[in-house]
Each structure stands twice: as structure tokens, then as C-alpha cells.
């Protein structure tokens, strides 16, 4: 066979291999394959559809595929049922911008039928983007048979879970203070708040609470970073612990006043003579006037007074005497403010708490949508909470009605709404909710089982998350979502229903209709009478829907339909054996999926999960739109290609490390290993074509038989296979994708090929089976590579193997293992010849000398006395262009080793005795340098005593003691004698000249093996060397004529080249023959 060429554009050969598997449908061809193998069960994290897909999608994406298609290659039969989260928030608000509308209200007045009909028709808006991503992207998903969240299937499996929770128990109605989203109108669960926290700095104000009936008319201090509640406020919480100082206000340069920390600076304020109490630990932090102290209270002395309220007529008595009182509580601490916390009863989850259990009235100041409401007084009510109008309007009532003392900036982490970037309010309303504090010790046991990528992220952030876990908040006050299937009595007799079925609601309301849709509003119509003796009142379903993250966490069972259908599917596919998505789902998908499988299977959903983190620009920024910074997916793809894409992302660091988006990294991804591998390839090509070798018809010798370095190559091979085979058995991507990049870089192209190339070409008699094996050793090499890259790479590995192999897909191939090729003893000798290599190209750096040039002698010195066998000592001659190697057992005739005390470390270890212990230090002999340069420490005597030194307490260097040019490293040791007699340098010339013909033989386009006539002319030393060695340079130029003293006839390429300063003048001419 004839191995064809390589497309030049990374695109082109992405574009035909795409074309391969969609004409061989090369996916569906790995499924059924693999049809009768072990399942390994992957589960698709929905994504939204409604939203273009940005370039962090391709990180996550290429987590999951390539995991899959590792699988799949290793025999396992590895389904991909695609996903769409169609319900919520994410769709609702797109719909809103769409109609050019804005909250509740609005929806309701276009229309819950029509609004909803639009999320339906939105959902899909960009699934032709996402499939074409994950399409071009080499991202295999079975997008033929989805689940849809918004199904009636689906909702109907979901129907089931509630009502399986509700039979548990677990399901409930509460009223409680929870995080609010004003600009939505619902409330939030603790999962999706945790979504949305970012840094703020916004206005805090200390407010002066008036006691009635004081002697001195004193007011009680307080704190509070959220203004807004103030006209809310019920009650001042002290701590039952804390002592409490009334201080005097006095005027500057009062005899015996305290200076306070800061002046005060501002509105507010307090004047000479006013009494304050607050906190005694928090007096010196918070005063901004002089002051004095001039009396102590305990908690309980405080408890029980009353004070003005602030905000009079804003909240009704409702025949409470504890309103507009000091209380007792234990949540109050003096780590900031003043130690007395303002209580807005429904503004808190401490307010609350505490305004329950002390009487207090629950009425609302604010209402769903954020604004004031009309009993508010100082001409607030209207206005939102959140407005700068309103903090000033706040300000002013406060100062007007000497309640304000100071207010400051106060920098927070303050929770968002994670979908429309409204800051939420935390307020008491109405929710139902899934009691999974019932079931936390289940969830931390499941969560302990799971095999997390990295494990802290179990142990940490998800684990710490289950510990301090409260109820799921599941209900949402919208219109697209998983309608909850709860009714309840109009006459609060007290009777609920939970359907877990659409046949039970058929059987209440005498039949649904073919095309019954699930949906508000139409669901919301289905009455029935109250089912309880002597009640005459209409069972109706609540208003709510279902939280989204309810259905992302249902579709292990909800995909299938479960337990209406296809049981026996599910209970095959479930737990997932491995899911990948971001960190973020650690408080959303996988919270969610988490919570559901513990209460309804008592298992954990998933056996392994990797996590990854955020793509950022090239600078560590977040990326955005709106800060120009955001890198358009298709943009990537056709800049670099998808399989550089993906390597760069799976190589450069872990996944759950952020990672950055830096072209200057991805065109260096690009030319280390894809680059490499192009140019590998094309070498191999080219000379197997040249010289008609076929792997087919090869008669390679058995590997044992074949030279050290074909013996070498493949068993490094055996080694990367088994540790990348291993890697991704871990789920470690990284560990797998350096260690395929460092093979082709390192071990194949500059290493093997670089020492093979004279082999690829049988000019010599006898050559013939040498070039054969050299061939075949490269082929095994790239053709197993390819099969090694491909869950990284999907594209170029298929490219790769079908044109080595002339076989079908390597994704139809099996993942190669070890073929017993393993040589340790000849792998080590090799390490030594490359790192001696290495140093001793250092060593001809710093001494100023050229490759090219010939030299003497190398002297090496090797760990642990070894020594080169004898064809490594000729390779290092080879590669490092000395005469002769000669090995020393060790180099303490060239280097000496001495230490240099770190005073900085010793100090604090040694004290008085640090002079005695460096003077110790400094006088360790080569032995035990060496031992702590290895990392070990070292016991020494220091006046009669033993200490421990440590590498951290001195700075080992070297010294050399020869005249020799001298590199050392990891105990080797490589120095060239860079002495130049008058041959070496003739055979330097000579080399140089070769390099600068070869240069002219590429720019004038000549194939490999075409033939030239050469002449060369400079002074006579050089003229001398190239007629000394005229054979060598025929033979490395393929010159069938070397003329000395003048150029040569036919005029293909001629150049005036310098060599050692001295001009040269060469031409080449053609001598219309091939080799």
C-alpha cells in the first residue's frame, strides 16, 4: 500500500474524518460492537438549549467524551443518551427579553398559556449550535432519542418521586424566611444560592434605638448591612454572655475622654452627652466621638425594655407586648458590630426564629417584587429595596429622626440570583419542601462512597455542604416547570393529595384528553370535590412549580420513563458508573441527583465523578461579554482545531484546576505534539513509499532480534501504554495526556528518529533488513500511538490509523495493552546515554563549542558507579561528536561538592549553637553532600551531640576542578575535553559544510534522494578539510561529484555561507538522476 499524504490544514483533516463517521456511522457502529459487552454507564448532564454554548462547554465536554470513548475502546459497552433541561428560570427570563417584558405581573397579563407556549418554542432555539459543538468537537451523544425534561414522560416520573416522598414523609409545607429573587418573584433553594455569591460593597449604617423611660435618654446601638429591613424591625437581640457599657458622648478635648479608633465623618452622629450602650468589647471599634464610660449592664438587665420604633405605623402591634423590645438571644456575638442585632421578624432566619418564639407580629414590609410596601411611611413605600434612592430616602429618615449614627461601606459576599443577577432578599413566605435533613447521614455515607476527582472536592466542598444541609426548598412561584402534583382542599379541611401518576388524575377528574398537556395553566383547572366526610370544599392544585434541579436530579429514572416503563432498562443503568460537569453542580446537578437517589433508592447516583472549574482568559480573568473578553466557540474550533483544543485542555493541568485561554499555549500544544506527530508521520511516509515498504508485506526480524534502540522504543512504548492505560482506569486525564506527548516528542521523534534516519533508507548492501525493522518499529510506534490518543484526539488518531493500517476507525479498535516488549535494564542504560547527552551538550554550551565540531573526549560519571554498555557509548559518541567516552567511577577528580550554611533556617532550630552547627555543615564531606542533595537528611555530631541536618538548612554547589567543560545533574556527570587539534577541526569544516549544502538542497526543492553535482571554494585550511573527507560529504549529500575550488555547472542553488568567519562559496547542480 502507498501511505498517503497528510492534509496540510488541521480543519481538512477534522472536515474528512467527520465525513468518514458520519458515512460509516462510525458511533452507532462502537455501540452495537460493544452491544453484549459490560455496560459502563454514563449519565449527560442537561444542558439548557435556549443559550448559545460558550468555549467552556468544549472543556467539559471533552472530560466526558473522552472518558467514554477510553471505555468503549476497553470493551465496555458505553450508551450516550443526550439531554435537554428545558424547564425554569434560564427559559422564562430568555422569553421575557424575547417579548420585551419584565416579571410577573406582565406574564400574567400576556397570557400563562401563551408565555408558556413561547418557553416550549424557545427551548430549542439554539440546539442546532450545541449538537453542531458537540459534533465538531468529536463529542459523541446519541442525540436521536433524548430525554426532554419538559416531556409528559418525564414529568410524569417526576410526579412519581414527589409522591414517593410525600408516602416517606418527607414532604411539606413551611413558612419560612428563604433567599428571594425579586426580579423573578420565587423563592430559591440553599443549592441554587450557592450559585450565585459575589463580592459587594454597599452601605451599612450603626442606628440609634430610642429606650423609652431611660434616666439619661439613652439609645441602644446597633448594626446592620442591609438598611433595608429597618423598617421592619421588631426587636433588638442582645447576647445573654456579653457585657454591655453605657457610654458617654463627649465634646474634643473633654479632661479624661477616650479618643475613638476613627472620627466620625458624615450624616448622623451623636452629641456631647448622649448615652449609647452597646457591647463592651465593641466600644473601642465602633465610637467615632470622645467618649466615657460611665456605667455596665448585664443581658438581662437590658431584656424587656422598649424602645421607639423606628418606622412608626410600618408594622402593626397585632396585640404583641413583646414588639419593640430588648430579647434575649443566643446567635448574637460581638466579632462585628456592636453586639446588639436588629430583628426584622421577616427578614431573617434568626429573626424569625427568635420573632416566633418571643410573639412577635409576621407582617411584611416589602413585598415579592422587592418594593416597599404603602404602610411604610417617610415616602418610601414603592420604592425597591435595592435602589440607590431608597438607601439615600433611608438615610435621611434615619438622620431627620436622630436614629442614624454613622454609616460606612461595608465589603461582603452577598448572594445573587444565579440566573438574572438580582441581588435576593432573604424574606418569610410560603414553600414546600423536601425534608432531606431527615436523610443527612445517608447523604454523607453516599457521598463517602463516591469516587470524587479531586477527592476534596468530595471530602470539602460537597461534604462540608451535606453537613450544614436544610430542607430543599422546591417550590417555585412561575410558570415553565414540573407542575407540583399536590392538591389541596379550598376549605382547609386539612385534606392533600400527592398524584404520583396521570391515571390517578384521570380517575379524579373521569379521563384526560389525548393530547393532555401537563403544563399551566391547562393543569391547573383539574378540580375534584374533598374526598373527607362533611367537607363541601374543591380540591385545586397549588399554584407552584417544581424546581428545575429537580428534574436534572430525576433523569436517571425520569429518562425512562420510570416506573411506568422500560424497569428493566433503568435498573441497568443505574448508578451511573462515572458523570463529569463543573464545580458549580457540586450545590446543583450533583446535589440534586444526590438528595433524590438517597431518599427514593438509598444509593448513591453515580460511582466517580470529575469535576471541572472554569475557563478563564489568558490573564486569569472570568470571561464575559461584557467585558470583550469571551471567546466564541467557533472562533476556537476553526483557529485551532478541535483535537488541540481539547489535548490543551486535558494536558496543560487537571481539570478541576481553572485554566486559562491562552493562544500562545495552544499553538505550543499544537507543536509539540500534533506538529510533531504530522512531521513523524510525513518522514515515515515518505521513505516507506520511497522505498516500497508495506507493513503488510514486511519482514520485520521478531523484536527481539532487532537493534537496541528499535528494542528500547518499543519497550517505552509497552511502558506509556500500560501507565496511560492506568491513568484513564483513574480518571487521570492529565497524567495520561503527558505521558503520550512526552513519548512522541521526546522518545520518538527527537530521540529515535533523530538516531534512526540512515536507517529508512537501504543505500548501503546489507541495509535492506535493517530498514525493514526500522520501519516497522515505527509504524507499531504511530500506529499504537494512535490508538493511545484517540479518547484525547478523536480526529488526527483516526486519521492516523486508517492511513497506517488501512483499516476502519481506531475508535472500533481496542485499546492497546502491553505486548511484553518490557526492557528495564536497556530502558535505564538508554536514560543514562540521553542524560549524559543532555549534560553534555550543557558542558559544549558553556564552553562556546558547536555540535558539529568534533571534540576529544567525553569523561562520565553515572550514578551508583554505572557504566555505558558499549553500543551506548557509542551513541553518546554520536550524539555529543567525541572520539571516545570514558567512564569514571566518580567525579571527585573534575568536582567538588561544598555546602554553604542557611543561617535563615538554622537560627530557630539551633539558637546559641547555630555558629557550631554551621561550622559542621561546612566541613561535610562529598558522601553526605550527595545524600542531601538527594533530598535525605543527615545526622552530624555538633559538640558531643547529634543534630539533624536538613536540605533546607544549607545551598550545596560545585566546583570544578579541571580545565574540562563540565555539566552535572541527578548524579551524572558529562565533561568534554575542548581541545582542537588540526584534524578535529578539518572534520568540524567538513560537517559544517554538509549543514550548509543541505540548507541549499531544501531551498531548491530537491526530493530526498535526487542526486547533485556540488563545488565549494574558500581558504585553504577549509578547501584542505573538504578534500580530506570528500567522500563524507558526498555520501551525507548525495553528491555524485565534489568539486574543490570552483562551482559546479547546471546552477540548481548556489550561496556565499560563512564558517567560522570565513566566507565559502557553494553551489549544487543537478545531474537529471534519481538515487
Request: hydrophobic share 40%.
Amino acid at each position: 500500500m502507498a501511505y498517503r499524504p497528510i492534509p496540510e490544514s488541521v480543519r481538512g483533516l477534522e472536515t474528512e474524518v467527520l465525513g468518514c463517521w458520519e458515512a460509516e456511522k462510525t458511533f452507532e457502529r462502537s455501540l452495537a460492537a460493544r452491544a453484549d459487552a459490560p455496560d459502563f454507564v454514563f449519565y449527560e448532564g442537561p444542558p439548557t438549549a435556549n443559550a448559545a454554548p460558550g468555549v467552556h462547554h468544549i472543556l467539559a465536554r471533552t472530560i466526558k467524551d473522552a472518558v467514554a470513548r477510553y471505555r468503549t475502546m476497553s470493551g465496555y459497552h458505553v450508551p450516550r443518551k443526550a439531554g435537554w433541561d428545558t424547564h425554569g428560570l434560564p427559559v422564562e427570563l430568555e422569553v421575557e427579553r424575547s417579548l420585551g417584558i419584565s416579571g410577573k405581573p406582565d406574564i400574567e397579563r400576556y397570557g400563562i398559556r401563551k408565555f408558556n407556549d413561547k418557553c416550549r418554542n424557545n427551548v430549542f432555539r439554539y440546539q442546532d449550535a450545541w449538537e453542531r459543538l458537540s459534533r465538531d468537537i468529536g463529542y459523541w451523544l446519541d442525540y436521536g432519542a433524548p430525554y426532554v425534561t419538559y416531556s409528559r414522560e418525564f414529568i410524569e416520573s417526576g410526579w412519581w418521586a414527589l409522591s414517593e416522598i410525600e408516602k416517606r414523609g418527607l414532604l411539606y409545607r413551611g413558612y419560612r424566611v428563604i433567599p428571594t429573587c425579586p426580579r423573578c418573584g420565587t423563592g430559591l433553594s440553599s443549592h441554587e444560592v450557592a450559585q450565585g455569591y459575589r463580592d459587594v460593597t454597599e452601605p451599612a449604617v450603626y442606628i440609634k434605638f430610642h429606650l423609652a423611660g431611660d434616666p439619661d435618654g439613652a439609645r441602644i446601638l446597633s448594626w446592620t448591612t442591609t438598611p433595608w429591613t429597618l423598617p421592619g424591625n421588631l426587636g433588638l437581640a442582645v447576647g445573654p454572655d456579653i457585657p454591655y457599657a453605657r457610654v458617654r458622648v463627649l465634646p474634643e478635648g473633654a479632661d479624661g475622654a477616650k479618643a475613638p479608633a476613627r472620627a466620625h465623618d458624615g450624616p448622623g452622629g451623636a452629641s456631647p452627652g448622649e448615652v449609647l450602650i452597646l457591647a463592651r468589647d465593641r466600644v473601642s471599634e465602633v465610637l467615632r466621638h470622645p467618649y466615657e464610660i460611665v456605667g455596665e449592664m448585664r443581658a438581662d438587665e437590658l431584656a424587656g425594655r422598649s424602645y421607639r420604633p423606628l418606622f412608626p405605623g410600618a408594622v402593626d402591634r397585632a396585640g404583641s407586648d413583646a414588639a419593640w423590645t430588648v430579647l434575649e438571644a443566643d446567635f448574637v456575638t460581638v466579632d462585628e458590630g456592636t453586639g446588639v442585632v436588629h430583628t426584622a421578624v421577616m427578614y431573617g432566619e434568626d429573626d424569625f426564629r427568635l420573632g416566633e418564639a418571643a410573639g412577635l407580629p409576621k407582617q411584611h414590609t416589602v413585598g415579592g417584587d422587592g418594593r416597599f410596601l404603602d404602610t411604610v411611611p417617610g415616602g418610601l413605600a414603592g420604592m425597591h429595596v435595592k435602589d440607590r434612592e431608597t438607601e439615600r430616602a433611608l438615610r435621611d429618615w434615619a438622620v431627620a429622626n436622630d436614629q442614624l449614627y454613622v454609616r460606612e461601606m461595608y465589603e461582603h459576599s452577598y448572594p445573587h440570583c444565579w440566573r438574572c443577577d438580582s441581588a435576593l432578599l432573604y424574606m418569610a413566605r410560603d414553600s414546600w419542601y423536601i425534608r432531606t435533613t431527615a436523610v443527612k447521614s445517608r447523604l454523607l455515607e453516599h457521598n463517602a462512597s463516591i469516587d470524587w476527582h479531586p477527592p476534596e472536592t468530595g471530602s470539602g466542598r460537597m461534604g462540608e455542604w451535606l453537613q450544614n444541609n436544610i430542607d430543599w426548598a422546591l417550590s417555585r412561584e412561575r410558570y415553565w416547570g414540573t407542575p407540583l402534583p399536590i392538591w389541596l382542599c379550598s376549605e382547609d379541611c386539612g385534606d392533600r393529595e400527592v398524584l404520583g401518576s396521570f391515571a390517578e388524575l384521570g380517575r379524579r377528574v373521569g379521563g384526560l384528553p389525548e393530547d393532555f398537556d401537563p403544563h399551566r395553566p391547562g393543569i391547573d383547572g383539574y378540580e375534584w370535590p374533598c374526598g373527607v366526610d362533611g367537607c363541601h370544599g374543591t380540591m385545586r392544585r397549588v399554584p407552584e412549580v417544581a424546581d428545575a434541579w429537580f428534574d436534572s436530579g430525576s433523569m436517571p429514572y425520569a429518562q425512562w420513563h420510570y416506573p411506568f416503563e422500560n424497569r428493566d432498562t433503568f435498573e441497568r443503568y443505574f448508578p451511573a458508573d462515572y458523570i463529569a460537569e463543573g464545580v458549580d453542580q457540586t450545590r446543583g446537578w450533583f446535589y440534586s441527583l444526590l438528595a433524590l437517589s438517597t431518599i427514593l433508592f438509598d444509593r448513591a447516583p453515580f460511582r466517580a465523578v470529575v469535576v471541572n472549574d472554569q475557563v478563564l482568559d489568558a490573564k486569569g480573568r472570568k470571561m464575559s461579554k461584557s467585558r470583550g473578553n469571551a471567546v466564541d466557540p467557533r472562533d476556537a474550533l476553526d483557529t485551532y482545531g478541535a483535537d488541540v483544543t481539547r489535548f490543551y485542555f486535558l494536558s496543560g493541568s487537571n481539570p478541576w484546576v481553572p485554566k486559562r485561554w491562552d493562544p500562545s499555549a495552544l499553538r505550543e500544544t499544537d507543536r509539540k505534539l500534533f506538529a510533531t506527530l504530522r512531521h513523524t508521520y510525513r518522514f515515515f511516509a515518505l521513505y516507506a513509499n520511497e522505498e516500497g515498504w508495506s507493513h503488510a508485506a514486511s519482514a520485520a526480524a521478531p523484536v527481539s532480534g532487532r537493534s537496541d534502540l528499535d528494542r528500547w522504543v518499543l519497550a517505552r512504548l509497552d511502558r506509556v501504554v500500560r501507565l496511560v492505560g492506568d491513568a484513564l482506569d483513574s480518571f487521570d486525564l492529565t497524567a495520561g495526556a503527558r505521558a503520550i506527548q512526552e513519548f512522541v516528542l521526546d522518545d520518538v521523534s527527537n530521540w529515535y528518529v533523530r538516531r534512526s534516519r540512515d536507517r529508512f533508507w537501504a543505500t548501503q548492501p546489507g541495509a535492506a533488513a535493517a530498514s525493514d525493522d526500522a520501519f516497522a518499529t515505527l509504524h507499531e510506534c504511530l500506529a499504537t500511538t494512535a490508538r493511545l490518543l484517540a479518547p484525547y484526539a478523536p480526529f488526527m488518531s483516526d486519521w492516523l490509523y486508517r492511513a497506517l493500517t488501512d483499516d476502519t476507525s481506531v475508535h472500533l479498535a481496542d485499546f492497546p495493552e502491553p505486548e511484553g516488549h518490557a526492557a528495564p535494564d536497556l530502558e535505564q542504560a538508554m536514560d543514562d546515554v540521553r542524560r549524559l547527552v543532555a549534560l553534555g551538550r550543557a558542558a559544549r554550551e558553556k564552553a562556546g563549542v558547536r555540535i558539529r565540531q568534533p571534540l576529544r573526549t567525553l569523561h562520565a560519571v553515572l550514578p551508583e558507579g554505572r557504566a555505558l554498555p558499549g553500543p551506548m557509548t557509542a551513541l553518546a559518541m554520536e550524539e555529543l561528536n567525541v572520539k571516545e567516552v570514558v567512564s569514571l567511577g566518580d567525579s571527585e577528580d573534575l568536582t567538588r561538592l561544598y555546602a554553604k550554611p542557611q543561617f535563615g533556617a538554622l537560627g530557630p532550630k539551633h539558637g546559641a549553637r547555630t555558629p557550631a552547627v554551621a561550622a559542621g555543615i561546612a566541613n561535610l564531606d562529598a558522601a553526605a553532600l550527595r545524600t542531601l542533595r538527594d533530598g535525605e537528611p543527615l545526622d552530624i555530631e555538633i559538640e558531643g551531640e547529634r543534630v539533624q541536618v536538613t536540605p533546607e538548612d544549607l545551598v550545596i554547589q560545585e566546583e570544578t576542578l579541571t580545565d574540562l567543560a563540565v555539566a552535572t545533574g541527578g548524579g551524572y556527570l558529562a565533561a568534554v575535553d575542548t581541545d582542537i587539534d588540526d584534524a578535529l577541526r578539518d572534520e568540524g569544516y567538513a560537517r559544517e559544510v554538509v549543514n550548509r549544502v543541505q540548507r541549499l538542497r531544501r531551498d531548491a526543492g530537491l526530493e530526498v534522494a535526487d542526486r547533485i553535482r556540488l563545488g565549494v571554494e574558500g581558504p585553504g585550511e577549509l578547501e584542505r578539510a573538504v578534500s580530506t573527507h570528500a567522500d563524507y560529504i558526498a555520501g551525507e549529500t548525495l553528491a555524485v561529484e565534489v568539486r574543490i575550488g570552483s562551482a559546479p555547472g547546471g546552477g540548481l542553488n548556489r550561496a556565499v555561507v560563512k564558517i567560522d568567519d570565513v566566507e565559502v562559496r557553494i553551489g549544487i547542480g543537478g545531474v537529471g538522476e534519481r538515487a
